[in-house]
């Protein structure tokens, strides 16, 4: 999951898949395009709205996209066009564009709730849980 500091979008994205997926044996992580907030915690208002629903994002520290994630890596999720375009231009070949997907369907954007409220932080996590609901039910068919 990449959004810009991976401290909001990502890394709640990140704990939403995890706890859809708790009983498969897959890796989830979180990357910023910018290291504004390195190995920082998560947005205090991502960790609320994480616990209202029962999922801990305490432990989040926040990290810089690195391209060795290309390879780690066998599907890397993006929060709006900036992150896939930045992605798109530090990935070497075809094979890395290719692992390069939106979060959304349709290349619809996760709107980034930074400057926002509370409400702005739920309907991101709404939208969150949706998509990864979505995207994981691709894999498991």
Known sequence: MVC???????????????????????????????????????????????????INLSSHRARGFCKSDFKEFTYIFVMDKKNYTYLSQLAENSLERSKIHYLRENEEEVPDPYYGDESDFLNVFHILEEACSKQLKKFLQ
């Open 4 to 54: 810009l500091g991976n401290i909001c979008r990502s890394p709640l994205a990140k704990v939403i898949l995890r706890n859809k997926t708790k009983h498969l044996k897959i890796e989830i992580d979180s990357a910023g395009m910018a290291n504004f907030h390195e190995n920082k915690p998560a947005d205090p208002r991502s960790i609320a709205v994480a616990k209202k629903f029962g």
